[in-house]
C-alpha cells in the first residue's frame, strides 16, 4: 500500500523502501487490527464514535540546533561576500570621504558640528531599533507551568485533551461521543466540539474522512447479544482559530505538548493517537 | 437719510387725504417676496453646412479606429519587467559596487566543506523523517477508512466527501517572536507607485 501511494506521488523509489520498510517495522502490530476474521465482526455489535483532536499551531518559530545555526552564519557570511554595494553605502562611503577631506584642509572646522548625514541616518535608525520592545518568547504561562493556558510553549503544537470518566475509569483522552443514527462522523465531531465546549470555541475541521482510529471494548461484559460490546473512535483532526471555554462537562482539561502527551495518555490508545500527529521537529540532533 | 424721513413726511401728509394707510409686508397689500420668472423666445438653431457635420464625423471615426490599431498592435508585447532588466546605472558601477575580495583561510575553507557536507546528510535525514511523517498519517486515515467501511458503508460513503471549505487555504506563521499585545501601530502614508501600462 505505501509503496503505490508514494510512487503516485511521485517521490524517488529509493526513499520509498526506506520509508516502507521503517512504517512496517515499527506499525506491523497495528495493522493486525484490520486481519481479523470479518464473521466474527458482523455477530459482534460495536459503537461507532467520532473523536476530536483540536490543535493549535504553533505561534513562533523554534529556535535553530546547533547545526542550522552554524550553517545559517555561513550562509549569510557568503551571502555578504557574493553581494554588491548598495545605493546607500556608495552614499556613506562618498560623504565619509568628503568628511575625511574637510577636516585634513580645514583645521577650523568645530568637530561637534560637521557630521556625516548618513551616518546620522544609521544611528537614529539603531537607536530605534534598541527601543523597539518585542514580546518575549516565553510567557508567563511557561513560568507558571500552566498546562490549561494557550498562551504556553508558544513554538510548539498543543493538543487539547480532556479527563472524564470512561466506564468506572477517568481517563485522560479526546473529546468523544457516539454517533447518532441521522449524523454523518464530521456532524458528530461537530457535535461534540459544540456540547463539550460550547459556542465560545472556534475551530476548524479538516475535512470529511477522519484521520485516525482506535478501538476499545467495554469493561463489562454484555447480558445480551445485541449490547455493545465496545467502541470504535474515529478521530478527526480541527485546527484552533480563536475563543475560549468553561470547563464544564468534564473534569479536567489540558492542552499538552507532544511530550506530555506520552504520560497523559494510556500506552494503547497514545500510539494511534500519534500515528496522526504531525512530530515535533528534533531540537537536538547529534551532527 | 435727509431725504428718506422726506419721503416718509410726505407720505404722512398724503395719509390725511386717504387715511389708514401704512407700509407693510403682509399679504393684504401683495407686495411678494418670491422670485420673478421672465421669459425669452427660444433661439433658432443654427443651420451647418452637412459637408462640415459629414468630416466631424470622419474625423472622430479616424480617432478611434488609429486607437484600435495601436491597441492591436501592442496586443502581443509583453509589458516590461523592470526587475529582469539591469539599470545601465548599475552596470557603469559595476566596479564601484564592488566589494573587497572574500578572505579565506585554509582551515576555515575546510571547515565550510566539512559543514556542506554534514548539512546534506542532516537534511537527507529530515527529509526522510518528513516523509515517513506523511506515510504514517496516510496509513492512518486508511486504516480508519478500512475500518468505517467495514463498520458501516453509510458513514463511509459520507466521508469519502470532498470537503469543499478546505480549499482556498491560508494560515499565518510562525514568526520568530510573538505579536505585542494591544500594539498601536502608528499610521502611515500609502502611496501606490505601481505603473499604469495601456
Given at each position: 500500500?505505501?509503496?503505490?501511494?508514494?510512487?503516485?506521488?511521485?517521490?524517488?523509489?529509493?526513499?520509498?523502501?526506506?520509508?516502507a520498510?521503517?512504517?512496517?517495522?515499527?506499525?506491523?502490530?497495528?495493522?493486525?487490527?484490520?486481519?481479523?476474521?470479518?464473521?466474527?465482526?458482523?455477530?459482534?455489535?460495536?459503537?461507532?464514535?467520532?473523536?476530536?483532536?483540536?490543535?493549535?499551531?504553533?505561534?513562533?518559530?523554534?529556535?535553530?540546533?546547533?547545526?542550522?545555526?552554524?550553517?545559517?552564519?555561513?550562509?549569510?557570511?557568503?551571502?555578504?561576500?557574493?553581494?554588491?554595494?548598495?545605493?546607500?553605502?556608495?552614499?556613506?562611503?562618498?560623504?565619509?570621504?568628503?568628511?575625511?577631506?574637510?577636516?585634513?584642509?580645514?583645521?577650523?572646522?568645530?568637530?561637534?558640528?560637521?557630521?556625516?548625514?548618513?551616518?546620522?541616518?544609521?544611528?537614529?535608525?539603531?537607536?530605534?531599533?534598541?527601543?523597539?520592545?518585542?514580546?518575549?518568547?516565553?510567557?508567563?504561562?511557561?513560568?507558571?507551568?500552566?498546562?490549561?493556558?494557550?498562551?504556553?510553549?508558544?513554538?510548539?503544537?498543543?493538543?487539547?485533551?480532556?479527563?472524564?470518566?470512561?466506564?468506572?475509569?477517568?481517563?485522560?483522552h479526546?473529546p468523544?461521543?457516539?454517533?447518532?443514527?441521522?449524523?454523518?462522523?464530521?456532524?458528530?465531531?461537530?457535535?461534540?466540539?459544540?456540547?463539550?465546549?460550547?459556542d465560545?470555541?472556534?475551530?476548524?475541521?479538516?475535512?470529511?474522512?477522519?484521520?485516525?482510529?482506535?478501538?476499545?471494548?467495554y469493561?463489562?461484559?454484555?447480558?445480551?447479544?445485541?449490547?455493545?460490546?465496545?467502541?470504535?473512535v474515529?478521530?478527526?483532526?480541527?485546527?484552533?482559530?480563536?475563543?475560549?471555554?468553561?470547563?464544564?462537562?468534564?473534569?479536567?482539561?489540558?492542552?499538552?505538548?507532544?511530550?506530555?502527551?506520552?504520560?497523559?495518555?494510556?500506552?494503547?490508545?497514545y500510539?494511534?493517537v500519534?500515528?496522526?500527529?504531525?512530530?515535533?521537529?528534533?531540537?537536538?540532533?547529534d551532527? | 437719510?435727509?431725504?428718506?424721513l422726506?419721503?416718509?413726511?410726505?407720505?404722512?401728509?398724503?395719509?390725511?387725504?386717504?387715511?389708514?394707510?401704512?407700509?407693510?409686508?403682509?399679504?393684504?397689500?401683495?407686495?411678494?417676496?418670491?422670485?420673478?420668472?421672465?421669459?425669452?423666445?427660444?433661439?433658432?438653431?443654427?443651420?451647418?453646412?452637412?459637408?462640415?457635420?459629414?468630416?466631424?464625423?470622419?474625423?472622430?471615426k479616424?480617432?478611434?479606429?488609429?486607437?484600435?490599431k495601436?491597441?492591436?498592435?501592442q496586443?502581443?508585447?509583453?509589458?516590461?519587467?523592470?526587475?529582469?532588466?539591469?539599470?545601465?546605472?548599475?552596470?557603469?558601477?559595476?566596479?564601484?559596487?564592488e566589494?573587497?575580495?572574500?578572505?579565506?583561510?585554509?582551515?576555515?575553507?575546510?571547515?565550510?566543506?566539512i559543514?556542506?557536507?554534514?548539512?546534506?546528510?542532516?537534511?537527507?535525514?529530515?527529509?526522510?523523517?518528513?516523509?515517513?511523517?506523511?506515510?504514517?498519517?496516510?496509513?492512518?486515515q486508511?486504516?480508519?477508512?478500512?475500518?468505517?467501511?467495514?463498520?458501516?458503508?453509510?458513514?463511509?460513503?459520507?466521508?469519502?466527501?470532498?470537503?469543499?471549505?478546505?480549499?482556498?487555504?491560508?494560515?499565518?506563521?510562525?514568526?520568530?517572536?510573538?505579536?505585542?499585545?494591544?500594539?498601536?501601530?502608528?499610521?502611515?502614508?500609502?502611496?501606490?507607485?505601481?505603473?499604469?501600462?495601456?
Amino acid at each position: 500500500m505505501f509503496k503505490v501511494s508514494c510512487v503516485q506521488r511521485g517521490i524517488p523509489l529509493k526513499f520509498v523502501n526506506l520509508v516502507a520498510c521503517s512504517i512496517s517495522k515499527s506499525y506491523s502490530s497495528l495493522a493486525q487490527h484490520s486481519s481479523k476474521d470479518p464473521e466474527n465482526r458482523i455477530s459482534e455489535k460495536w459503537d461507532v464514535m467520532s473523536a476530536v483532536c483540536i490543535e493549535r499551531n504553533p505561534i513562533v518559530s523554534r529556535e535553530l540546533n546547533e547545526m542550522e545555526t552554524k550553517v545559517a552564519s555561513l550562509l549569510e557570511r557568503l551571502e555578504l561576500e557574493n553581494s554588491k554595494k548598495c545605493n546607500f553605502e556608495l552614499k556613506y562611503q562618498k560623504e565619509k570621504a568628503e568628511f575625511d577631506k574637510l577636516k585634513k584642509t580645514s583645521t577650523q572646522v568645530e568637530d561637534e558640528e560637521a557630521t556625516i548625514p548618513s551616518q546620522d541616518f544609521i544611528d537614529k535608525n539603531t537607536a530605534e531599533l534598541n527601543n523597539l520592545q518585542a514580546a518575549p518568547r516565553t510567557t508567563e504561562a511557561d513560568k507558571n507551568k500552566d498546562v490549561k493556558s494557550l498562551d504556553r510553549c508558544l513554538d510548539s503544537r498543543l493538543l487539547l485533551v480532556i479527563k472524564k470518566k470512561l466506564g468506572n475509569k477517568s481517563l485522560w483522552h479526546l473529546p468523544q461521543d457516539v454517533n447518532r443514527e441521522d449524523e454523518t462522523l464530521r456532524q458528530t465531531a461537530e457535535r461534540i466540539v459544540k456540547e463539550t465546549f460550547g459556542d465560545g470555541l472556534n475551530v476548524k475541521l479538516r475535512g470529511n474522512a477522519p484521520a485516525g482510529y482506535y478501538q476499545y471494548k467495554y469493561k463489562q461484559a454484555p447480558e445480551e447479544t445485541d449490547q455493545p460490546v465496545g467502541a470504535k473512535v474515529f478521530f478527526y483532526k480541527a485546527k484552533y482559530l480563536n475563543g475560549g471555554f468553561e470547563p464544564k462537562n468534564f473534569e479536567d482539561f489540558q492542552w499538552a505538548t507532544r511530550e506530555e502527551l506520552k504520560t497523559l495518555l494510556i500506552p494503547p490508545y497514545y500510539k494511534d493517537v500519534s500515528l496522526f500527529l504531525i512530530d515535533e521537529e528534533s531540537r537536538n540532533i547529534d551532527s | 437719510m435727509f431725504k428718506l424721513l422726506n419721503t416718509f413726511s410726505r407720505l404722512n401728509i398724503c395719509s390725511n387725504a386717504a387715511p389708514a394707510r401704512s407700509i407693510a409686508t403682509d399679504s393684504s397689500l401683495w407686495i411678494q417676496a418670491s422670485s420673478v420668472l421672465y421669459g425669452e423666445p427660444l433661439k433658432k438653431k443654427k443651420k451647418i453646412d452637412p459637408a462640415i457635420v459629414r468630416a466631424r464625423e470622419d474625423r472622430k471615426k479616424k480617432k478611434i479606429e488609429r486607437a484600435i490599431k495601436k491597441l492591436k498592435r501592442q496586443a502581443n508585447r509583453p509589458k516590461p519587467v523592470d526587475e529582469i532588466e539591469v539599470p545601465y546605472e548599475l552596470i557603469d558601477q559595476k566596479e564601484l559596487r564592488e566589494r573587497p575580495a572574500a578572505q579565506w583561510s585554509e582551515e576555515e575553507l575546510l571547515e565550510k566543506h566539512i559543514l556542506l557536507k554534514k548539512w546534506t546528510l542532516y537534511k537527507q535525514q529530515r527529509r526522510l523523517e518528513d516523509l515517513q511523517l506523511i506515510d504514517r498519517m496516510v496509513y492512518s486515515q486508511q486504516r480508519a477508512l478500512d475500518e468505517l467501511k467495514l463498520a458501516s458503508p453509510r458513514l463511509y460513503e459520507a466521508a469519502i466527501q470532498i470537503d469543499p471549505e478546505l480549499l482556498p487555504y491560508s494560515t499565518e506563521g510562525p514568526v520568530y517572536t510573538p505579536p505585542v499585545k494591544d500594539y498601536d501601530s502608528p499610521d502611515g502614508e500609502y502611496l501606490d507607485v505601481s505603473k499604469k501600462w495601456e
